[in-house]
């Protein structure tokens, strides 16, 4: 970590070069208006006219700061959200590191893998994961059968419940900006560095390491600002210890109807957050980062496979470890979903396709599911866009407007869910757009382009900008420039804000209960409209569904890459 | 895209004439919270109303009070009928959001009048009681009877799972500690008699193994041995038993709650919408409800529509209610908030 600020400063700073700085303003600009109309402005207005309508709107901030219940929950999120975002980084690494230095086909393997709990929704991990965890249940069971302990371990409805819970559903969002910077590697740098007798510690602490940093810095606070607004892992799989704010806003946006208290919360919720955000910025920022120059990167067979000389054997060892814990849940799925119990004994009285047969009869499922994917493709297409031109127009601007540019497009993933949706409610009702799968796409566009802004700005800051320089000299036009030679270098980010677009959009049930109607309601709606108070295990055969769709897509994949090759 | 836009096409025409069918025809939308307790809805109400009125009705799901309240002040009402538990009416109430139904509008003289409220159509009867795993305690062994039973870890030993919010609990340790049913509320007004209740919560805490947050959650915690004894509510405690789990209900101080239905204040087919409330409130009508869910008609008059032998799971029949009180929803709306924070800070001591 040498090649810090200081360094850079010595350098000519690389925005005062003639980049098409009136087209970065103009992007940015634009970028900030559509922030702003479609997201800021609803908040401002709902929070304007719920919290600071009366006098009591002052008084619920000396309540929040008074009361034990409500620090307790503030201390758990960022103790929970901090805990959860330090093992997803330590486990996160070895999977990246071997993404990148095995075959291609073995890589996408991986990525399936850690995609894998995407195709269930929060409710049927869950429930797989009370089998799995519960007093009586297999861990348990398994640990007792071979001795290792006498009484089972309680390993759910307290902090270890919650742990597992949310590493197991926020651990792509590292694995997959990790891996692109793995990817970017120089790896002539090891090369160099071996040549010349560094033994293999100063390898990878000195270029390993710093080299995929900004990964390390983009999946971080992207797990963490996620963690702070998770909902559901905690209430079902925590205990009353574990409570979050996001819990105690939605307690008093939805039972209490006391929205002057939940928008006081959210306003605390985001001040904290956003000077942790300031700190962690100006520590580990992207602009703090070093900028790597890609020279040979992405090849498998490269010096960084042999980086860790004889430590690639418990590197891989643990990076299985790691993979077994994605599988097992959803591997649970199947089993259960051909379990006679609607409540999900295990093992069950006896097998049964019976949930199956509700599916096909129901057309309630297929019609949310097409909802869903048309939902998640617009969604995709959009936030991708938005998010792109808004890391490409961040990199180009001056240094102070970046960081508030910055802060506004991250506050979606800070702002609690159920505040976003009924402002973006109380925006659209008027205009008469509430309930087709438009509206919903567009929330999910605001909610997924932050993720899209990161990954992109992380792969930007290993782009070498002498190629855009050389390609503009030599007389491109600045798009066949970013055809040519940007969007290729940061596609890696790009893709993989895809895909964290798809899946905060296919994941989301808060928004789509105030957005859609029963004609445009999705997927993970109906699956929580299924299972909230009552059991539908047709849910859990539904995720097998999805699952093995995923699965074949991927064999499918493989397959096409065989034909061309 | 040809053939894309020639559906699009056949699909607006749909559309239009759906519309002017709809114009002229009676309907209304009703919105309940999916799952069974909707189907059960459709089967027992909707679809007999639909076929003896020709009444069209959409159905909608997640009625949220905030959703209502957003929709409400927003000035673009969709909805017309929506459902909730006395809490809910009550505070949607407050917030303007339901009409009053007067008795004009819809007749409850033949209701019980206990759990009238000015602003819901009494729909069904369900309650809040404890189970035990027959496992843990099987037939011709001691079996708990009471909640101070379920209180009592020496006689029963084993973990414990409770609601992981105060509703029905404060009461049911007040039970537990002695205090005769008619005289809960008259005790729970008072701070020694919460402070008495809260400290008979803290008793049992130790032994509570689960916090349930989901109706189903206590079930599946005693079907898997998680836990020995649970409260719950019924209607999931009997979808336990009818699937085979080990489990048994037991009423003696089960706390009863009512269902209601709705009309949305501005409610764009009001009349459509009270015509199916009047429907709701027919003794025959209420007689239906219980062959799809373990709830109880919110009527005396339906009971000789319900055969005897289906009695016994019905929290409203007349031997269970004789052993229940009704949670009271004056008391806690006024208490909600400070109860739950009081019973929050207790499960995280």
Known sequence: MTVLAGDEAARPPPSRLPLLPRGAGLAAGLVVLVFAVLFVWPIVRLIATTVFVDARGWTAFATIVSSPMYRTAFTNTFFISGLVTLITLLAAYPIAYFMATVQPRTAKLIAFVVLLPFWTSALVRTTAWMVLLQRRGIVNSLLMNTGITDAPIPLLYNLSGVIIGMVHVLLPFMVLPLYATFLSVDQRLIAAAEGLGAPRFTVLRRIVLPLTAPGAAAGALIVFMSAIGTFITPVLMGGPRQMMIAQAISYHMQKQLDWQMAGALSLVLLAVTLVLFLVYRQVFGLDRLVAADAGVAGDPDGPLRGVLGLGRLPAGIMAVAVGLFLIAPIAMVYPLSISSSPFLQFPPARWTFDWYAKLADDPKWLRAALSSLRVAAEAIALSVILGTAAAVAASRIAPRLRAGMEVLILLPMVVPTIITAIALYSQYAPLGILGSPESLAIGHTILAAPFVFITVSASLKSFDRNLELAALGLGASWSAMFRRIMLPAILPGILAGAVFAFITSFDDVVLSIFLTNSASRTLPRVIYEGIKDDTDPAVVALAAILITISFGAFLLSLLARDRRA | ?349
């Open chain 2, 1 to 349: 895209m040809r053939m894309a836009s020639r559906i699009g096409a056949v699909g607006l025409s749909v559309l239009l004439a759906a519309g002017t069918v709809a114009a002229s025809a009676k309907e209304f939308v009703f919105v309940s919270w999916g799952g069974a307790y909707q189907d059960a809805i459709r089967e027992a109400w909707l679809k007999p109303f639909m076929e003896a009125t020709g009444t069209k009705v959409t159905e909608e799901t997640s009625p949220e009070t905030a959703k209502i309240q957003a929709m409400v002040t927003s000035g673009a009402v969709t909805w017309d009928i929506v459902t909730d538990g006395g809490l809910g009416v009550t505070r949607g109430a407050k917030a303007g959001l339901f009409e009053e139904i007067t008795p004009e509008m819809v007749d409850q003289s033949g209701l019980y009048p206990e759990i009238l409220n000015k602003y819901g159509v009494p729909s069904e009867i369900f309650s809040t009681a404890f189970a035990f795993s027959t496992e843990a305690f099987p037939d011709g062994k001691p079996q708990p009877e009471s909640w101070a039973d379920f209180w009592n870890v020496e006689k029963f030993p084993g973990s414990r799972a409770l609601f992981g919010q105060p509703q029905s609990v404060l009461e049911a340790a007040l039970m537990a500690d002695g205090v005769a049913q008619a005289d809960v509320y008259t005790v729970l007004a008072t701070k020694e008699g919460q402070d008495r209740a809260f400290d008979k919560v803290r008793e049992l805490k130790p032994h509570v193994g689960l916090w349930w947050t989901g109706g189903a959650q206590p079930v599946q915690a005693i079907g898997s041995g998680e836990v020995v004894m649970a409260n719950g509510w019924n209607g999931r405690l009997q979808a336990g038993i009818t699937e085979g789990l080990p489990l048994k209900i037991v009423w003696n101080g089960a706390v009863a709650e009512v269902g209601y239905f709705m009309l949305v204040k501005g409610a764009p087919h009001r009349d459509d919408a009270i015509e199916f409330l009047r429907w709701v409130t027919k003794p025959e009508s209420q007689a239906q409800f219980h062959k799809y869910v373990s709830y109880g008609p919110t009527m005396p008059g339906a009971w000789e529509f319900i055969p005897q032998s289906e009695w016994g799971r019905l929290p409203s029949s007349p031997d269970i209610l004789k052993q229940s009180i009704f949670l009271n929803v004056d008391w806690w709306l006024e208490n909600e908030a400070a109860m739950v924070e009081r019973y929050n800070a207790l499960m995280q001591e």
